[in-house]
């Protein structure tokens, strides 16, 4: 059973890996503003973080579908 604590430590989580990904956008926004090329790293770290948003993103969905199922089966 998801509890609200579960549900609250699992919406940090994606609150984290959103402001990863928009750190990582804004690193990138200003080398081609600044016009020069984004460093690999940036954009691979970009990616990655952006993994990172749509699992936790996924996974928050999942498990308040699953405790809507339960409240629904009661």
Known sequence: M???TDLDALNRAHDGAVKEMNRCAVAIAEAVADGREPADADIKA????KLGVESTRRDLEYCMGLALAEIIDK
């Open 2 to 4: 998801m509890t609200m």
């Open 46 to 49: 970009y990616k990655v973080s």
